[in-house]
């Protein structure tokens, strides 16, 4: 699956040739990510970034979801992906990360909206989930940028760092997403 956004940005299903590169881009930002993402600590070689590879790849096989690579003027930039999809429920949620040189010019909210487009368009669900950490103002202006509905505070919802932080979770409707496109 590749998806053209414009001439500089596109998304492009994650394969093993792109595991030394990617790998990099994780090690150059350890620091940035290390705040948000717990599999970060995990990733300690290219053969962890294998790893995470080889299940998202299962996982697409199955249909529970995919990850694609946000290329940027040919360079990996980050990573956006569902994180698995309930097909009795028809909902899905969205996860991403940017390396930190990549953030503040637009790629992860114009990523986030045509992959919301695709679930919908493509996929048929009927709900997008994008859940973020309450001290995550960054990664919340992004569902809140494209309009997603804010369900709700869930109380300590994650435990990383050796401590529970709130969740907020956000989610997109079809027929909402349909009547703004319209
Ligand atoms: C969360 C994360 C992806 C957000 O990155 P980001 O750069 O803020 O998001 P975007 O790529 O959508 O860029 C938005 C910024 O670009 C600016 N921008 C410029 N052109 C824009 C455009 N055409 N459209 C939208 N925003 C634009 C916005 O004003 C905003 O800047 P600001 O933060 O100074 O207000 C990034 O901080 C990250 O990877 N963090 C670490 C991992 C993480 O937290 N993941 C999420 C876990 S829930």
Redesign the pocket.
């Known amino acids: 699956m590749n998806i053209i956004i414009d001439k500089n940005l596109k998304l492009e299903l994650i394969s093993l040739s792109h595991a030394d590169e990617l790998y990099r881009l994780t090690d150059d930002n350890r620091k940035?990510?290390n705040?948000?993402?717990p599999w970060v600590k995990q990733t300690n070689n290219v053969s962890d970034t294998k790893d995470f590879i080889r299940n998202s790849i299962k996982k697409s096989k199955e249909k529970n979801g995919f990850d694609c690579l946000i290329i940027y003027n040919n360079k990996i930039a980050?990573v956006i992906g569902l994180v698995e999809i309930n097909k009795a429920r028809n909902v899905t949620e969205i996860?991403?990360?940017?390396g930190e040189k990549?953030?503040?010019?637009?790629?992860?909210?114009?990523s986030?909206k045509v992959l919301t487009d695709h679930c919908f368009k493509e996929l048929k669900l009927n709900r997008v989930i994008?859940?973020?950490?309450i001290s995550?103002k960054?990664?919340q202006?992004?569902p809140e940028?494209l309009g997603y509905f804010k369900q709700g505070v869930m109380k300590r919802d994650s435990f990383y760092n050796q401590k529970y932080e709130d969740n907020v979770q956000y989610s997109m409707f079809k027929r909402e997403w349909n009547k703004d496109s319209e």
């Open positions: 940035f990510l705040k948000w993402l980050g996860g991403y990360w940017l990549y953030t503040g010019i637009g790629i992860m909210t114009k986030c994008i859940k973020c950490e995550n960054a990664s202006h992004i940028r």
